[in-house]
């Protein structure tokens, strides 16, 4: 049984969500021949604070580009 995670930064709307749950799915099943039924999707959604890049957080990132 194939089990994904995904990280994202929180932002997205449900139904960019369910559309990313759904392509993934697909692909997977599609590469790995594996039945649609047995593929687990699980999006973890974490905060621009908790996500660091080069040393900052993306919050702190966000902040100093605008």
Known sequence: MPF??????KGRSP???ESLI???T???ADVLEAPVGSI???INELE???WGIA???VKKRNEVAK
């Open 4 to 9: 994904i995670q995904i990280n994202i930064l």
């Open 15 to 17: 139904e960019k969500k």
């Open 22 to 24: 759904r392509e993934v």
């Open 26 to 28: 697909a692909t997977v």
């Open 40 to 42: 687990r999707v699980m």
């Open 48 to 50: 621009p604070e908790h």
């Open 55 to 57: 040393g900052e957080s």
